[in-house]
């Protein structure tokens, strides 16, 4: 005989726990998860039961809650399982305070992007890993540079690590290495060689139209300044009397058309420069032909910047940029030897290598360039060509040359000395 009081639906069927039946005969399931009370429905109690006329296919009551009992024994958080890619990424970037506004740009960028895609509505539990590399293939398919499907990658991956650690999935579809995924399209920024440096700088000097651009393009050339940094340079950042630049922030204009103040890249990049003699004639020139007429505009505290624009605002990245374009495109256009493309990136790699042909010390070149870390510094050494190959076995062969005549000398005196020794 069974218990009294044990539920049954109109079959007699005996119910679980939790198992009950709405007066619309349709059958539910409740559960707790953490304190709270969650529901399944379904109109079928089994598998075998008939689906009422009329009612949309659906599974059992009784698969449901095998669905559920497999979550809860893997410990993923069956309260999420409705939850869509897009809403995962909302989740993670939520937990992503304390960013730049730079950053946070970007993360709204990457987001407008991913709204635009079928996959942001996919539900996070269906994505495999092949679905993940697809998408990504479909991305460069579509025209997407690498370097924007890397930074698409950059926020997937820790949003579904973050579901994972979670207990919401049980792997991470975006944890494979991309290398195989999709090809390589980002430009190589490579420094330009020391002749081609010297012929674009005099042609700038020379030139009708960018000789006015001439002081700031040599000082990027022989400082390794990143680009906002020199922008963010003010008359008080220059100790013209102890020639030395103090580099402590760096000024950026944000996706909304703001100016930012920012500390520098890394710890590193706050650093004081030593200015060559040249260096000093070109800060000294500038600051001597700096116009006068135009208000002197703060940017959080900040005043007196070395360049500004019509309106007096300070000139940003973008500006010099596109001066290196078109002084490049000009000269171009006059000389039948092509001239690389050159940007303020490039003048900071160029002097890089420059010092690591001349063999400087790779530490004190971490701490001009402002680099954190060595390998980054020591990649510029690994990147120097035959050439500079050649020229350093001559050098060596010279010295060991120079050091043997020196022994063969020493010898010779030793050998004088003997012969006049008294017996």
Request: proline share 4%; aromatic share 10%.
């Amino acid at each position: 005989m069974p218990k009294t009081g044990q539920r049954r639906d109109s079959k007699h069927r005996i119910l679980h726990t939790g198992e009950s039946i709405r007066a619309n005969g349709k059958y539910q399931f409740k559960y707790i998860v953490n304190g709270k009370p969650k529901f399944l429905y379904s109109w079928r109690l089994t598998p075998t039961d008939p689906l009422p006329a009329g009612k949309q296919p659906c599974l059992s009551l009784r698969e449901l809650e095998a669905e559920i009992g497999r979550d809860m024994a893997s410990r993923l958080d069956p309260a999420c399982s409705n939850m869509t890619v897009s809403e995962l990424v909302a989740r993670y970037l939520k937990t992503k305070t304390g960013v730049r506004s730079s950053t946070r740009e970007g993360y709204k960028y990457l987001t407008n992007l991913l709204a635009k895609e079928e996959f942001s509505t996919r539900n996070i539990h269906a994505v495999k890993t092949s679905d993940a590399k697809l998408f990504l293939i479909k991305l460069q398919s579509d025209g997407r540079g690498s370097s924007t499907i890397k930074s698409v990658r950059g926020i997937l991956r820790p949003a579904f690590q973050m579901a994972v650690d979670d207990d919401i999935l049980v792997k991470n579809p975006f944890g494979f290495e991309l290398a195989g995924i999709i090809y390589n399209t980002e430009k190589t920024r490579l420094a330009i060689t020391r002749q081609q440096m010297y012929q674009f700088l005099k042609f700038v000097h020379d030139d009708c139209v960018y000789w006015k651009y001439y002081e700031a393009f040599y000082i990027l050339f022989h400082t390794g300044m990143r680009i906002s940094e020199f922008c963010g340079l003010t008359l008080k950042d220059l100790d013209m009397e102890n020639r030395v630049i103090d580099i402590n922030h760096q000024l950026q204009k944000v996706y909304s058309g703001n100016y930012e103040i920012l500390p520098t890249k890394t710890n590193a990049g706050t650093r004081k420069l030593p200015m060559t003699d040249d260096v000093y004639q070109m800060f000294k020139s500038i600051i001597d032909s700096r116009p006068t007429d135009l208000p002197e505009v703060m940017v959080k505290g900040y005043v007196g910047f070395l360049f500004r624009d019509k309106a007096g605002m300070p000139e940003v990245a973008l500006h010099w940029k596109h001066r290196f374009q078109y002084a490049v495109k000009r000269y171009n256009e006059i000389f039948k030897v092509q001239m690389p493309p050159i940007s303020p990136h490039v003048c900071r790699h160029t002097y890089c290598s420059n010092q690591a042909k001349a063999r400087m010390n790779p530490k004190t070149l971490q701490y001009l360039m402002g680099h954190s870390d060595i390998s980054v510094t020591m990649n510029v050494y690994t990147h120097l060509g035959l050439d500079d190959a050649k020229d350093e076995i001559v050098r060596l062969e010279e010295l060991n040359a120079a050091r043997k005549e020196l022994e063969k000398t020493n010898r010779e005196e030793i050998l004088d000395i003997r012969m006049f020794r008294k017996v």
